[in-house]
């Protein structure tokens, strides 16, 4: 199994992109601005957000919230406000597009180990439940049994810090956390049952048909700048949510044939194809608030080492990081 390298926290907002100009404002520093040295005013962020008809209050409340979980900081005290990523968020930025654009490349390394977690929660405990279910999603566990949890790999730390935190406090529970292989992996009994292979499988069918049209206009190129921006992001949207959910199970685990392959080369043909003039679109809009625009406004994009993603750069030719 692959794994991000560790960066340090910084809280991410996780509403889906549309109903959260927070999250969309974060997509969009992650994709297309990556020094932290960047200065980047404020009337350049509500002219970007206008691109995907967010209004000039929800952009600053966006810009708010982001300064508030870490994201961004202010620079100084100057009116209007200027803004740059922080440290920690381009070590997160770069190691979240890693992920993302090198998820599908290549398949697992495969040894057989999981990492099991079981747990008993008095009946008077029900918040405490919930928030492990909560946590143990979020650790990419999934329920085989009742109160018995799964993931595949051998690093059980997250999840022994995770349940030490969450049930230390509460009287009468108790957990184990094991390091497991199961005779019969692949039958009914054993763990890819407790996955939804079947809507994961429909989820990358349904990618593919939805972007069918752009990937062939972006091939062909037929986008237009502004069409670029928006369709590109709402194409890295959907694609980082399978590389989030997705178990990354080996070919023996999945039905066949996995549709996962062509969902990859579907989304890398959107984001490579349209990387560039949706750059050119950023700077369009946001030059008139941000002569330096063009200096800092970079893309990532997937080379052809895929271990190896970096913001493409642009004129100013020295943003070309790997974290």
């Not at 199994?1 to 340090?8: C, F, R, S």
């Not at 508030?68 to 900081?73: H, T």
């Not at 009742?146 to 509460?170: F, K, Q, Y």
């Given at each position: 199994?692959?794994?991000?390298?560790?960066?340090?926290d910084?809280?991410?907002?996780?509403?889906?992109?549309?109903?959260?100009?927070?999250?969309?404002?974060?997509?969009?520093?992650?994709?297309?601005?990556?020094?932290?040295?960047?200065?980047?005013?404020?009337?350049?962020?509500?002219?970007?957000?206008?691109?995907?008809?967010?209004?000039?209050?929800?952009?600053?409340?966006?810009?708010?919230?982001?300064v508030?979980?870490?994201?961004?900081?202010a620079?100084?005290?100057?009116?209007?406000?200027?803004?740059?990523?922080?440290?920690?968020?381009?070590?997160?930025h770069?190691?979240?597009?890693?992920?993302?654009?090198?998820?599908?490349?290549?398949?697992?390394?495969?040894t057989?180990?999981?990492?099991?977690?079981?747990?008993?929660?008095?009946s008077?405990?029900?918040?405490?439940?919930?928030?492990?279910?909560?946590?143990?999603?979020?650790?990419?566990?999934v329920?085989?049994?009742?109160?018995?949890?799964?993931?595949?790999?051998?690093?059980?730390?997250?999840?022994?810090?995770?349940?030490?935190?969450?049930?230390?406090?509460?009287a009468?529970?108790?957990?184990?956390?094991l390091?497991?292989?199961?005779?019969?992996?692949?039958?009914p009994?054993?763990?890819?049952a407790?996955?939804?292979?079947?809507?994961l499988?429909?989820?990358?069918?349904?990618?593919?048909?939805?972007?069918?049209?752009?990937?062939?206009?972006?091939?062909?190129?037929?986008?237009d700048?502004?069409?670029?921006l928006?369709?590109?992001?709402?194409?890295?949207?959907?694609?980082?949510?399978?590389?989030?959910?997705?178990?990354?199970?080996?070919?023996h685990?999945?039905?066949?044939?996995?549709?996962?392959?062509?969902?990859?080369?579907?989304?890398?043909?959107?984001?490579?194809?349209?990387g560039?003039?949706?750059?050119?679109?950023?700077?369009?809009?946001?030059?008139?608030?941000?002569?330096?625009?063009a200096?800092?406004?970079?893309h990532?994009?997937?080379?052809?080492?895929?271990?190896?993603?970096?913001?493409?750069?642009?004129?100013?030719?020295?943003?070309?990081?790997?974290?």
């Open positions: 199994m692959t794994a991000e390298q560790p960066v340090p910084v809280r991410t907002p996780r509403a889906p992109l549309g109903s959260s100009p927070q999250h969309l404002l974060a997509t969009l520093l992650g994709e297309y601005l990556d020094p932290a040295a960047a200065d980047l005013p404020s009337a350049a962020v509500i002219a970007m957000l206008r691109e995907f008809g967010v209004t000039e209050p929800s952009a600053r409340a966006a810009l708010s919230r982001l508030k979980r870490g994201l961004i900081a620079r100084g005290d100057t009116r209007p406000p200027v803004y740059h990523l922080t440290p920690e968020a381009v070590a997160r770069r190691s979240r597009m890693r992920h993302f654009l090198t998820f599908g490349a290549q398949p697992p390394r495969w057989g180990d999981w990492v099991l977690v079981s747990y008993s929660i008095p008077s405990g029900q918040a405490a439940r919930h928030a492990v279910r909560r946590a143990l999603t979020g650790l990419g566990f329920g085989l049994y009742d109160s018995v949890w799964i993931r595949p790999g051998v690093d059980a730390a997250p999840v022994r810090a995770e349940l030490a935190a969450l049930l230390h406090p509460v009468g529970a108790r957990w184990s956390v390091h497991a292989r199961f005779d019969e992996e692949a039958g009994h054993g763990p890819a407790a996955y939804d292979l079947t809507g499988a429909a989820g990358y069918a349904a990618f593919v048909a939805r972007f069918a049209p752009l990937r062939a206009a972006a091939r062909r190129g037929a986008v700048p502004g069409t670029a928006v369709a590109r992001t709402s194409a890295m949207d959907s694609w980082r949510r399978f590389a989030d959910t997705d178990p990354d199970l080996p070919a685990l999945l039905p066949q044939p996995w549709p996962r392959r062509q969902a990859r080369e579907t989304f890398l043909d959107i984001h490579s194809g349209l560039a003039l949706a750059r050119a679109r950023l700077i369009e809009v946001t030059a008139p608030h941000w002569p330096d625009a200096r800092w406004i970079t990532f994009d997937a080379p052809a080492d895929p271990a190896r993603p970096e913001p493409a750069g642009g004129p100013r030719g020295v943003a070309r990081h790997t974290g």
